[in-house]
């Protein structure tokens, strides 16, 4: 049957963090490290995997939900007491079990698919993952004969001069025969300091007789955990890194990868070009043939084709086709620009929608505002949403003039092809087809009654 379990060690306390957040948690180019080791388990496993928690598991289940199962560690005593809470749950329902670390985000499914094919091609009731690196960060060696077969790991601790020398290094990524692990985890030795360690079970194969197998990592750098802030910036660099080298390979153009930062969930379109100093965040969106900075922040937003994004911030914002904006404007939440418009410089938008073509000039700010199609909003226009209690709203219709330094009073419409002229404090409704002017803005008739006037 050759049917997989994963288990995901997850529940030590990480003081090393000195954080109050759970260690697994803390984000990688956006994303929390535990959701990078999932991924690698999705790669060979179907199922959900098991994830043993302890420290912070409540703030553990309300990130992730129910996408593992969890098993608690109420006493964290060691990794072969951790796999142990397992078995209630996995017991009889696999023939393989794999274990990993919930803080290893650089294993990619790849080297775990290998690590599960070559032990389910075999025997062996263990196959561990190893790696080769002149820098022992601190994992036990591997021992082997002279005719390159297992014998044991011995901790770093422990180790001897000689021994301290073998590069050979274990990365605490096992593959068990099912039956076999679960029979021998009870009986792991207590450490001095009163824990059970999986290394253990190494030993325990090697003295039955039993051939213990070894994956060799093609990139030590896959097996690097994370214990401290140290820790977290490098491995953020790597993974920033990877994101960055895929994006090309897809037909970006990164004018300096180095300044270009990206996080994990965001797509970009071909032939889009990314200046130097772009931030792009959380759930961006990009389309193809875009230009994006320099100096730009864009978060959880969506860019259509052909745009361009110069030295702005957008936040949950959407931009249609053809769009440009900047440079130094500010798109906050339910933003909306349509295809074709622009947004100039110092301009500030903020749960509105500006309809197809409209262009708002510079120093500019549009708020819970609905904007027609083919508006002209002047330099220095205002739109005044809030009277110190509530948010009111402001409609702007199709082929309608603003002009430079207006305030719109909201609540308040500006009817199709309405002027207003520069300099107004507009508060009541301006007809269709009129001109409204001074302040407070008073409207001029029609143009087949002009002649005289009417108060706003």
Known sequence: MNKLAVVVLAAGQGTRMKSNLPKILHRIAGRPMIEYVLDAVAGVSSDKAVLVVGHGADAVRAVLGDSVTYVLQEQQLGTGHAVLQARPVLEGRAD??????????????????????????????????????????????????????????????????????????????????????WEHLPRLPVSSKGEYYLTDLVGIAVAQGQSVQAVIVPDAQETLGVNDRAHLSHVEGVVRQRIREQLMHSGVTLIDPATTY??????????????????????????????????????????GDDCRVEASVLEGALLEKNVSVGP?????????????????????????????????????????????????????????????????????????????????????????????????????????????????????????????????
């Open 262 to 303: 990206v996080e994990a969930d965001v797509v970009v379109g071909q032939d889009t070009v990314i200046q130097p100093n772009t931030h792009l965040e959380g759930k961006t969106r990009v389309g193809a043939n875009c230009v994006l900075g320099p100096n730009s922040i864009v978060r959880d937003s969506t860019i």
């Open 96 to 181: 393989t079990v794999a274990v990993l670390y919930g803080d290893m985000p650089l294993l990619l499914p790849t080297t775990l698919q290998s690590l599960v094919r070559t032990h389910q091609s075999g025997t062996a009731p263990i196959t561990m993952l190893t790696c080769i690196y002149e820098d022992s960060m601190g994992f036990g060696r591997i021992l082997r004969d002279g005719d390159g077969h297992v014998l044991g790991i011995v901790e770093e601790a422990q180790a001897t001069s000689e021994q301290k020398a073998i590069k050979e290094l274990n990365c605490g990524i096992y593959c068990y025969q099912a039956q076999w692990l």
């Open 328 to 456: 130094f404007g500010h798109l906050r939440k339910g933003a909306h620009l349509a295809e074709g418009v622009h947004m100039g410089n110092f301009g500030e938008v903020k749960n509105s929608y500006l309809g197809p073509g409209s262009k708002m000039g510079h120093f500019s700010y549009l708020g819970d505002t609905t904007v027609g199609a083919d508006v002209n909003i002047g330099c220095g226009t205002v739109t005044c949403n809030f009277d110190g209690k509530d948010k009111h709203t402001t409609v702007i219709e199709e082929g309608a003039f603003i002009g430079s330094g207006t305030m719109l009073v909201a609540p308040v419409t500006v009817g199709a092809r309405a002027v207003i002229g520069a300099g107004s404090v507009v508060t009541h409704d301006v007809p269709p087809d009129s001109t409204a002017y001074g302040v407070p803005a008073r409207v001029q008739r029609k143009s087949e009654e002009k002649g005289s006037e009417s108060g706003s």
